[in-house]
């Protein structure tokens, strides 16, 4: 157990999900992430997880791990009216509590049948007023299932319903019950987090580790994915202004270290271009073959994109390249189709066809066919120009179809990014 | 515990996933429904799942829990080249075993880099060819981290990696090596899902269920998305042909309660898309607005969709939309933007533009702002031209910007769809 800066034993939680569409893997488990982000940024940070099934056994007996190693326990899901949903008997069976009906709790149940049209509370409903013994119920102002809270030997224990929407719509009176139980004791756990693209994980963490070698105070991570690797810093068991001048220390001993690497502000470069051509009034038009549109769809995914972005081609074919991008034939003969040249004639091609600032081209060979011996699957060019200056990169990517283009999609707008701040 | 068919105890597989990000709920375990989808299917359902940190001690615990309950655990994360990936060794640690350089594995890593470019393995990467005793490595085709199975005491526990494309690439090798192992207990999970596009959950779910009223041998979710909403079957612990002939026997209830809103095949309908006009030899140009590219995006993810798509314009300004896609200025003027009139345009346009078959417009207000009181945020114009034929539909739909983006390209797609299935 970490213990926290002022000698008292950091707050943990733990959390029990339940339900049988998560263990058959027809549901992602979103209610997890979301709960376990908010209570980090509470100061009760997660430390374990379980899942399980709609059975009262496998409940429990989560439920007795999770108060073994937390002071804090949430579980969701399995607190609606049909009979697969366990949780309150479950945890009343654990707990040695009996279930008892709340009658304030029916009354409000009644009330909100009632307000649909319903003359009588449905029977099913019904179970949903029993509830542990000595359980507050936390309304809930978007659906049946209550939340409710227990106190168990010093412990907490919170059951929310397993609908995400329900679930948020209850957490604000779950956040204020922890408050009031332990508020002392909280200790929000801080992230920043650096992002970086071009370089792999292998070559940029022992540069990292290196930078951050004698740093007791935060912990690093790396997250690495198909645009990139972020670098993540976490303060934990500390107060605020303590742990920001700990990230702002760790941030400013890396800087020298991602250098280039560094993708600013939010680490989304579609964001960064469309923030930096917003700025400096610059437009931008698109040309792509092989990624079939998808830096269109990035940028356009970015809102106010529609200021900058004047238009894209998505030119798979030839012919396309040539009428729209005025891709001269000569060079699609000569060089072929996958070629630096090509990728250059697309992007000053599709800053000309839309009159803009800027533009981009990229050609390349996604896969799964398409591939030969010069020019195998991976293979792809991506060209910026900026004020009618362009510059193209060769890359040859790993991966299968969706990973080369998210690639491809990526270095063309990293190359982009770099040029319009080389511009200025 | 359930008995299979045969009298022999159902195969259990349990889940560990291991990652400071999971429970800091910087990252949703999307790992963890993707595996016990694939084992559900293969004949060994999860039954239980647990999440740790990047921690000796807690993977290690997790894993004893989980070896408890289950005869095939599944372990993501945790094995990668940097000092907070803990698995490998927790792992060995908890089943007694010693770390071990495995050559083959080390060879295998030096080659990958040394055709990446570099002259020699990073050290950081010299740790993932250490592994636990006894252990088998899975090679990982698309990255630095090989998959490891172990067994212990008649069980089986395989270690794999917490990118999830890489995950997913190894996880072929791992259904080999479970029915190589526990072949005859498998009993796959049999589940079917048909797919509806068009109609809310709300108005479905009482049709649906008053077709099944007195079938109890298929369970019935309904799994709603923004595309549309799934109506999922699930059979258990059956034969395969007990459970064919059940599943069969509810697709053919339900079929006239769907009509019209079941989408065929994948349940995609860019591919629906794609195969039809394929095999009617038909070509596609595209032209959008509001979707930013998305629908270039979704036909494109179609692997051959080359052969089809001609070529798509993202026209965000009105200039664009009057230039590449031919809409007349004069129907931008009256109508605006946002309008029936200029999504027709837009269809025959780009159909005309890219000299193919059938083409598609889409216009609308995808929010956050530019809404009106005429025009709120959520009205999408959407229209197909196929051979010639124009049709439009209007919109308002609701949710955030990407849920309307979303919305308005499966609404897009579904009626060129069912305009190319009309048009003999």
Redesign the interface.
């Known amino acids: 157990v970490t213990l926290s800066g002022d000698g008292a034993p950091g707050l943990r939680s733990a959390l029990v999900t339940v339900g049988e ?10 209610n ?9 940024d509470l100061g009760a ?9 709609d059975e009262d056994t ?1 409940i429990a007996e ?1 439920l007795r ?1 999770a108060l073994d190693c937390a002071e804090i326990v949430v579980t969701s899901g399995g607190l609606g009216p049909t009979s697969d949903d366990r949780t309150r008997e479950a945890v009343a069976g654990s707990l040695g509590r009996r279930l008892l009906l709340d009658r304030e709790l029916l009354a409000r149940l009644e009330e909100r049948f009632r307000h649909r049209g319903y003359d009588e509370l449905p029977p099913a409903n019904r179970s949903q007023a029993e509830v542990p013994e000595g359980s507050t119920a936390l309304p809930n102002p978007v659906g049946t299932a209550p939340g409710l809270v227990l106190t168990q030997e010093g412990r907490m224990v919170i059951l929310l319903p397993g609908v995400p929407r329900e679930l948020q719509a209850l957490f604000h009176a779950v956040e204020d019950r922890i408050r009031d139980a332990f508020g002392p004791r909280l200790r929000p ?1 801080r ?1 920043r ?1 650096l992002h970086t693209t071009g370089i ?4 940029l ?2 540069r990292v ?1 290196k930078a951050m070698e004698g740093v007791s105070d935060i ?8 645009e990139g690797v972020d670098v ?1 810093f ?1 303060a934990r068991d500390r107060d605020e202004d303590t742990a920001e001048a700990a990230l702002d220390a760790a941030e400013e001993r890396l800087a020298p270290v991602l250098g280039e690497y560094r993708v600013p502000g939010s680490g989304d470069v579609a964001r960064e271009v469309v923030e930096v051509l917003t700025r400096r009034g610059w437009t931008l038009g ?1 040309g792509e073959s092989c990624t ?6 990035r ?3 970015v ?4 200021t900058v ?9 030839n012919p ?1 390249k040539v009428r ?1 991008l005025g891709v001269p034939e000569e060079v699609l003969a000569e060089r072929g189709a996958v070629s630096a040249e090509v990728a250059r004639a697309m992007a000053s091609g599709a800053a000309r066809a ?1 009159e803009a600032d800027c533009g981009v081209g990229i050609t390349g060979v996604a896969g ?2 398409g591939g030969t011996p010069d020019k195998p699957v991976g293979t792809v060019h991506v060209a910026a120009s900026v004020g009618g200056r362009v510059q193209t990169e060769a890359w040859r990517f ?6 080369v283009r998210i690639r491809s999609a990526q270095a063309a707008l990293t190359l982009l990014l770099r040029m319009i701040q080389e511009a200025e």
Not at 21 to 30: F, H, M, N, W
Not at 219 to 226: G, M, S, Y
Not at 398 to 403: H, I, P, T, V
């Open positions: 569409e998560l263990l058959l893997g027809r549901t992602v488990d979103t997890a992430a979301w709960v376990s982000g908010r209570l980090a940070p997660v430390i374990r997880r379980f899942t399980v099934g496998a989560a791990r756990v992230i987090t792999p994980e292998s070559v963490a022992p580790e912990e690093v991570a790396f997250l690495p994915d198909l993540r976490t698109l079939g549109g998808l830096v269109a769809r940028i356009t995914d809102p106010g994109a529609s972005l004047l238009g894209g081609v998505v030119a798979y074919a396309a729209y839309f799964p066919g790993s991966g299968d179809r969706e990973a």
